[in-house]
């Protein structure tokens, strides 16, 4: 089915228009000294009709439970004081990280940016302290950002820079966070697959 630009939508942001909607999948989150582990995320990409895109992520981690046995179709079934609980699998485990932040189309066009590209900008905050400002290109259904400012407070863990790609493959979202971290050298942090809940179709 062809794609169709959202209602509203500024034509500003018309190259991001593919992002738009509710997205939700598995991943993968590991980095020298963090254990490799599987989470799950929940994005969304929003507007109200301004020149930017409205965006939150939310990423939890995998609970596997004691008992292999417990798990059964998705759910975790535990039995606590006598009781059975169920819960969602991909709903039971802690939040491992949270981010929004606001994504848009540059009026500043590099010169050395190909004619189907677009410039973008995509600024991110996170309550561990930090705050990120990324730029990059938009194109063909493909997404690369480079960090170009990364601060942060003095209680955060130390960043000092990152790289992002996203993808729409065969209609699902796809992507990759390089970091440099802890003194480390940039490098694979985390990836996902992402499919559409809802949003344009």
Excluded: C
Excluded at 43 to 65: A, Q
Excluded at 112 to 118: G, K, S
Excluded at 139 to 167: F, H, K, M, Q, W
């Amino acid at each position: 089915m062809p794609f169709a630009v959202p209602d509203g939508l500024a034509p500003e942001v018309y190259p991001l228009a593919w992002l738009v909607g509710r997205w939700r999948g598995e991943g993968v989150v590991g980095y020298p000294g963090i254990d490799e582990s599987a989470f799950m995320q929940d994005v969304e990409f929003s507007h109200d009709g301004g020149p930017y895109l409205r965006y939150s992520s939310t990423m939890r981690l995998v609970v596997v439970p004691d008992d292999p046995a417990a798990l059964v179709d998705g759910v975790i079934r535990e039995t606590k004081g006598g009781v059975v609980h169920e819960s969602a699998a991909d709903d039971a485990g802690p939040v491992w990280a949270t981010e929004s932040g606001y994504w848009r189309i540059s009026s500043e066009r590099p010169d050395d940016l190909p004619a189907d590209h677009h410039p973008v900008e995509v600024l991110l905050a996170d309550p561990a302290g930090h705050l990120s400002l990324y730029v990059g290109s938009a194109g063909n259904g493909r997404i690369d950002l480079v960090s170009d400012l990364v601060a942060r407070t003095v209680s955060a863990a130390e960043v000092s820079a990152g790289t992002r790609l996203y993808g729409l493959v065969q209609g699902e979202l796809m992507w990759a966070w390089d970091l440099a971290a802890f003194g480390k050298p940039l490098q694979s942090y985390a990836s996902a697959r992402l499919a559409r809940l809802e949003g344009p179709q």
